[in-house]
């Protein structure tokens, strides 16, 4: 789903998101089964909740990867507005959709920023970090052509500190003579 977060909403948006989580934490409550395997399968496959931030429903395990991909995406909004001052505005495009997660506008002396964003118990698995590296590496920007670009890969897990390690690891290979990419653990 795509939205546009403007320099000074952040705080708003989560504030929504937070919002959402309880209403959908205090539905789960008031439901009761005496039946584990159809509670189980409700929370699996029956679209039974509420999106956060956009009018879907959802079931429960993508309400959780949604929630704290919006969460990582709105910290990693609120870096960025702060590093990049020229940044008006983030176009973004979370959730399953294709695309580059995060986009900045346009600066007058054409730089733009580039983002992608994730949370994962682990960064390894899957080579989910490596991938976004890889991903985010190929990326252009969806407007007019950038002289400057500069690309970032946000992401949260509980315990970031061997993950650097891996992460530099794994840039210093695939770096050399191209596209740099900046990794942030974010905390959330």
Request: charged share 20%.
């Amino acid at each position: 789903m795509s939205m546009q977060i403007q320099r000074g909403t952040i705080t708003q948006f989560i504030n929504n998101i937070d919002t959402g989580i309880s209403n959908i934490r205090n539905q789960m409550l008031n439901q009761t089964s005496a039946n584990g395997k159809l509670w189980l399968y409700d929370l699996k496959f029956n679209k039974s909740y509420p999106d956060p931030l956009f009018n879907t429903q959802q079931n429960f395990g993508e309400i959780i990867d949604q929630a704290f991909t919006y969460y990582v995406s709105m910290r990693a909004a609120e870096e960025l507005f702060n590093k990049f001052p020229w940044i008006t505005y983030f176009d973004m495009n979370i959730g399953a959709n294709n695309g580059t997660d995060i986009e900045s506008n346009i600066s007058s002396n054409g730089e733009v920023v580039l983002v992608e964003v994730f949370a994962v118990v682990r960064p390894s698995n899957n080579g989910k970090l490596s991938k976004e590296i890889r991903n985010i590496r190929k990326r252009k920007p969806s407007k007019a052509k950038a002289r400057k670009i500069h690309r970032f890969v946000f992401f949260y897990c509980p315990d970031p500190n061997n993950y650097y390690i891996n992460a530099y690891n794994y840039l210093n290979k695939v770096q050399k003579n191209k596209a740099t990419v900046q990794v942030k653990w974010i905390n959330i």
